[in-house]
């Protein structure tokens, strides 16, 4: 009989123990998750989102940019700023600050340096990122579709301000395209160029052109 519940009790604990181990909270009660922990923590030169794609190392800042200044743990002196058109932008603080003609890079260790030296804060951390370009244009007149200005956010070729354009009007001269850049004027040739000649005709565009089709 001892040896038949002894039999009976060895072929239940098993059973017990599972039941028991699973109806375990996964995390016990005030104590954080390891894999929480784990995750990493946002870092303080992280782009915000819809930042311009431009290099933060070799961009230079000019009038009318959009700036995201992120001033971590003080919200009062982050936001959205506007460079004037004397290249300078006013945070808290540390009042007017020069922006244009500086990288963001440089832009966010002048505003953490002024920030520390002037006793602001101890250790001052700082993202600059381009919001919006606005200071480098080119622009696009005559006989095209969607003649205007645009910003010149990525490298962008005479061929593709063509093409951004929306094509030619009817009567378009596509052999004689003029790019105006200061006092020199270049001449591209659509048709040679699509058709694989003369490529070193579709240059980069600087801010400050012109593109005339006549």
């Known amino acids: 009989m001892r040896t038949a519940i002894l039999s009976a009790l060895l072929a239940v604990l098993p059973v017990w123990g599972a039941l028991s181990q699973s109806a375990k909270p996964a995390t016990p009660p005030g104590e954080t998750d390891p894999a929480k922990m784990a995750a990493p923590a946002t870092s303080a030169g ?3 989102p819809g930042a311009a794609p431009v290099n933060d190392k070799t961009y230079v800042i000019g009038a009318e940019d959009v700036l995201n200044i ?3 743990g003080n919200a009062p ?12 932008i006013t945070l808290g603080l540390i009042n007017d600050v020069k922006a244009a003609g500086r990288t963001p890079e440089q832009l966010t ?20 990122a381009v919001q919006q370009v606005n200071s480098k244009k080119a622009c696009i007149v005559g006989e095209v579709l969607k003649p205007g200005c645009f910003n010149l956010v990525v ?7 063509l093409v951004n354009a929306g094509g030619f009007k ?23 160029v699509i058709a694989g000649k003369n490529r070193e005709q579709n240059i980069p565009l600087e801010p400050g052109d012109l593109i005339i089709v006549k």
């Open 70 to 72: 992120l001033v971590w």
């Open 77 to 88: 002196l982050s936001g959205t700023v506007t460079v004037r058109p004397d290249g300078v």
């Open 170 to 192: 009817d009567f378009a001269n596509q052999k004689n395209i003029v790019i105006q850049r200061g006092d020199w004027r270049f001449i591209f040739n659509y048709k040679r």
């Open 155 to 161: 490298p962008t070729t005479v061929l593709e301000a």
């Open 109 to 128: 260790t002048e505003i953490a340096t002024r920030l520390k030296d002037g006793g602001f804060m101890q250790s001052p951390r700082v993202t600059v």
């Open 46 to 48: 992280a782009r915000p």
